[in-house]
Nanobody, 120 residues
Framework: QVQLVESGGGLVQAGDSLRLSCTAS????????MGWYRQAPGKEREFVSA????????YYEEFVKGRFTVSREKDKNTVYLQMNNLRPGDTAVYYC?????????????WGQGTQVTVSS
C-alpha cells in the first residue's frame, strides 16, 4: 500500500506562485510514475501533469504549459508541482497520483488533495 500526502496549497493572488509537494510512503518511489490532477468546484477531476519514473519525461496539459513545472526528488520520495503565474481559473483541489505500472493513464494511488485558491 502506498500513501500519498500533498501539501503546499493555500490562498494566493493572481500572478503569484505556489509549490505543491506530494510525499509517498514506501521504498520503491522510483518505480512509480507520478501525476497531478485537479478538481474545481462543480467540475470533474482533470489531468494536469505527469512525470516518469526516472523524471526524464514530463507531460503538461495545455492550460498549464509554460506556467507549471513537475519534478521529483528520489531521496525524499517527493514529487513537486511548481505553479507560477497563477490564475483564478487554477483554483481547485490538487491531487497527486501514483502509477505502479509507470503508465500515465492508469493510476493506482491517490492523495487526499490540497486546496489552491487564486483570487483576482
Amino acid at each position: 500500500q502506498v500513501q500519498l500526502v500533498e501539501s503546499g496549497g493555500g490562498l494566493v493572488q493572481a500572478g503569484d506562485s505556489l509549490r505543491l509537494s506530494c510525499t509517498a510512503s514506501g521504498r520503491i518511489f522510483s518505480t512509480y510514475a507520478m501525476g497531478w490532477y485537479r478538481q474545481a468546484p462543480g467540475k470533474e477531476r482533470e489531468f494536469v501533469s505527469a512525470i516518469s519514473r526516472s523524471g526524464g519525461s514530463t507531460y503538461y496539459e495545455e492550460f498549464v504549459k509554460g506556467r507549471f513545472t513537475v519534478s521529483r526528488e528520489k531521496d525524499k520520495n517527493t514529487v513537486y508541482l511548481q505553479m507560477n503565474n497563477l490564475r483564478p481559473g487554477d483554483t481547485a483541489v490538487y491531487y497527486c497520483s501514483a502509477s505502479t505500472s509507470g503508465s500515465w493513464v492508469d493510476w493506482d494511488y491517490w492523495g487526499q488533495g490540497t486546496q489552491v485558491t487564486v483570487s483576482s
